[in-house]
């Protein structure tokens, strides 16, 4: 097998998995899997909501996931570990599920739109995208977009840090879908700057007051006079002289 042909088949199990899971773990509010490869065998990281029910009493339904991960999709001794979920609004596996099951109790497709979004943004995401498919009102399909904050399309950001998600929901008219891209806050962007050592403040010269000022000058003009008085006796004294010797 080539090198190309193992990560297409690879990538097909891995999407196989997770929407096995996702059907699997709907109660327990799932929001995706992680699958790595261990000396020991494969490593399953299952991130839910309410990690008690993928674990199950006594462990009951982790081992028949088990089971079901290394008879169906030939995984090699999984091991699984369940993670609980801090954030939900910032997963888009949960976002795109709670607007499916919302489209599926009848609530009108702007309205859970928006509510998801309103729910995002006040979560503290820096930007959100949710796209509705399907025949929403008409016999011809279309869909409607739901954006608000900022959101990059291309670039080094939109592929490291967005999370994109879709689910699906049959409804009378047909098939319905949601599409859910979320940029988290903890995204760098390279075009914005953050100064991480504060300038040291600017040390003011005190200026002395006004009325202190003026005090002082007064005081310095005496001390000027005496200091000229006896030059110019001297110039009278030496003028006089020079006279008296002048007339002799």
């Known amino acids: 097998m080539s090198i190309v042909k193992r990560f297409i088949t690879e990538a097909i199990k891995n999407t196989e998995i997770d929407e096995y899971l996702q059907k699997k773990l709907e109660r327990a509010g799932y929001g995706g899997v992680n699958l790595s490869k261990t000396p020991l065998g494969t490593h399953v990281v299952i991130y839910a909501m309410r990690p008690g029910l993928v674990i199950g009493r006594g462990g009951e339904t982790i081992k028949e996931l088990a089971t079901a991960l290394e008879t169906n999709f030939k995984l090699s001794n999984p091991q699984i570990s369940v993670s609980e979920i801090e954030v939900p609004e910032f997963n888009a596996s949960v976002i795109a599920s709670r607007v499916a099951s919302a489209l599926e109790r009848g609530v009108h497709f702007r309205r859970a739109g928006f509510w998801a979004l309103n729910q995002v943004m006040e979560a503290g995401a820096l930007g959100v995208e949710i796209v509705i498919s399907g025949k929403l009102r008409t016999e011809r399909a279309r869909f409607e977009k739901f954006r608000a904050g900022e959101f990059p399309r291309v670039g080094d950001p939109a592929l490291k840090y967005t999370r994109k998600a879709a689910a699906h929901v049959q409804l009378k008219p047909g098939m319905i879908g949601v599409r859910v891209k ?19 403040p600017e040390e003011k010269m005190e200026e002395a007051p006004q009325e202190q000022i003026a005090e002082e000058l007064p005081e310095q003009k005496p001390a000027e006079q005496e200091t000229e008085e006896p030059v110019a006796e001297e110039k009278t004294e030496t003028a006089t002289g020079e006279s008296e010797e002048a007339k002799e």
């Open 182 to 200: 979320i940029m988290p806050p903890d995204a760098v962007f390279p075009d914005k700057i953050k100064i991480v050592v504060a300038p040291p």
